[in-house]
């Protein structure tokens, strides 16, 4: 308990450094951190997808805090690519490594988004040999600082062959009717803001291109990692031993859509000064609402499995009272 509220605090913390770090800007860094630390941690689906409910209440507890921290490694190679700014490298190098010590398959959806950044600035020209250089630094000093668990894990993934990836029709499967199911879900907290910054943005006659973009992005993340519109049967063999289950890379659209919200709610306090209080309590209330939810839903469980185990007791000694008489 005490270690859960550590990782959520030190992933709040972390996150509002990186985006203040880069845009120097107070109120934008802390409504993102914020938004993203109650809103990006994964369990079985994309619902119940707050961090403070699921951080405990799950199967990948080691994924939830990479993804949680996954903001600062990705939004630092940014910085690097595309901002031409070589002051993140050694946090970049950090986070990374305790990314790779934690999960490998959140790791590798981390790994792959930062290529992606690499070949759109080759091809948009705006890579440089600083760049490189910069880069080719994170990366060694990740491997350093990560040697212990990453050469002896290569070791062991050459010499087994690993599981396939299952056949989970929720994650492979899914038809676009039911993507959309889950991203107007009232579970889902973060796609529900987007929708409500949005009327807000059109109201108002703020909504412009950045925000087209990240709304779009943030649906075609949805759409890439929870539906069939993305041929992941292609990718079997080659993901079944790194990456199992979809939802590991959640980050991808949790980024998006804490970075459009945190645009929206900075964008919107020109207008309405509370915006931010009033995003920020109702982000909280949700999460401890949530929290109190799911506690509350484990006790009526195990009340539920107290009780057939002794009624299954008592119809068996019921059952047995004649036999023993018989004896």
Not at 3 to 28: Q, R
Not at 170 to 198: C, E, K, Q
Not at 204 to 224: D, E, M
Request: with cysteine; glycine share 2%; net charge positive.
């Amino acid at each position: 308990m005490i270690f859960d509220i550590i990782v959520v605090y030190f992933a709040l913390w972390s996150n509002f450094a990186i985006v203040y770090k880069i845009t120097s800007k107070i109120k934008l860094a802390f409504t993102f951190a914020l938004t993203y630390v109650l809103t990006a941690a994964i369990g079985n689906a994309i619902l119940d997808n707050v961090a403070v409910v699921r951080i405990a209440y799950m199967t990948q507890y080691a994924s939830n805090i990479v993804i949680l921290l996954a903001p600062v490694v990705v939004l630092s190679f940014y910085n690097i690519i595309f901002l031409h700014d070589n002051r993140t490298w050694l946090r970049a190098a950090i986070y990374s490594s305790f990314a790779v010590m934690l999960s490998i398959p959140t790791t590798l959806g981390i790994v792959l988004t930062v290529l992606c950044m690499v070949v759109v600035a080759y091809f948009k020209r705006q890579l440089s040999i600083n760049n490189m250089n910069q880069l080719l630094r994170s990366v060694l000093l990740t491997l350093g600082l990560s040697a212990a668990f990453v050469f002896p894990f290569i070791e062991q993934r050459l010499a087994n062959n690993w599981a396939n990836l299952p056949n989970n029709p929720d994650l492979f499967g899914a038809n676009f009717s039911t993507v959309l199911m889950r991203i107007f879900n009232l579970s889902n907290v973060l796609s529900l803001l987007i929708i409500g910054l949005t009327a807000l943005l059109i109201f108002y006659k703020k909504f412009n291109y950045v925000y087209k973009i990240l709304g779009l992005s943030y649906i075609v993340a949805l759409l890439f990692l929870y539906s069939n519109l993305f041929p992941w049967y292609l990718f079997n063999r080659e993901l079944s031993g790194a990456l199992q289950m979809t939802y590991r890379w959640h980050f991808m659209p949790a980024i998006l859509g804490s970075l459009f919200v945190a645009f929206a709610v900075t964008d919107l306090m020109k207008i309405k000064q509370k915006m931010l209080p009033i995003v920020s309590v109702m982000l909280i209330y949700l999460s401890f609402n949530g929290m109190m939810l799911n506690t509350v839903a484990k006790i009526a469980m195990l009340m539920v499995l107290i009780m057939q185990r002794t009624i299954l007791l008592h119809l068996t000694r019921i059952i047995l009272k004649p036999i023993h008489c018989l004896a």
